[in-house]
């Protein structure tokens, strides 16, 4: 069974990554086995995601608009409100380590994005469900 029931993911730099196509698909699939999923960005309050994507995130989360930005504990916690859960049923994923320490200090599970690839790996252990092919 999966403890961790929300994914939260940031944009720049993960979305925004080659192959990031991969990560749609995978977060797509995480929402089919009930998993709620976020966007955490510390974008301005103007920033939204493309809009074919509004299927794709139970929640967007920016720094412009919550007047707080990664890695303060607030925006973290802020996030897990927004999907209805506690910090501790999320996996956070960022390129940064910062961020990614941040996000573990509120409580959250954290994976650094160094790939795609490695990253849907972590997911999948941690989600306990398939998100490749």
Same mark, same amino acid.
């Given at each position: 069974?999966?403890?961790?029931?929300?994914?939260?993911?940031?944009?720049? !730099?993960?979305?925004?990554? *080659?192959?990031?196509?991969?990560?749609?698909?995978?977060?797509? %699939?995480?929402?089919?086995?009930?998993?709620?999923?976020?966007?955490?960005?510390?974008?301005?309050?103007?920033?939204?995601?493309?809009?074919?994507?509004?299927?794709?995130?139970d929640?967007v989360?920016? *720094?412009?608009?919550?007047?707080?930005?990664?890695?303060?504990?607030?925006?973290?916690?802020?996030?897990? *409100?927004? +999907?209805? +859960?506690?910090?501790?049923?999320?996996?956070?994923?960022?390129?940064?380590?910062?961020?990614? %320490?941040?996000?573990?200090?509120? !409580?959250?599970?954290?994976?650094?994005?160094? *790939?795609?690839?490695?990253?849907?790996?972590?997911?999948?252990?941690? +989600?306990?469900?398939?998100?490749?092919?």
């Amino acid at each position: 069974m999966c403890l961790v029931r929300g994914l939260v993911l940031d944009f720049g !730099g993960v979305l925004t990554d *080659s192959g990031s196509e991969e990560l749609l698909i995978a977060v797509e %699939r995480a929402r089919r086995e009930d998993i709620r999923t976020a966007i955490l960005s510390n974008a301005d309050g103007r920033w939204a995601p493309p809009r074919e994507w509004g299927h794709l995130f139970d929640a967007v989360v920016t *720094s412009g608009a919550s007047g707080v930005a990664k890695p303060d504990a607030e925006i973290y916690l802020l996030t897990a *409100s927004e +999907l209805g +859960l506690e910090p501790g049923d999320c996996v956070f994923v960022d390129d940064l380590p910062v961020n990614v %320490r941040g996000a573990a200090a509120a !409580g959250m599970v954290g994976v650094h994005h160094t *790939s795609v690839e490695t990253t849907l790996q972590e997911l999948e252990i941690l +989600l306990a469900i398939p998100l490749r092919g």
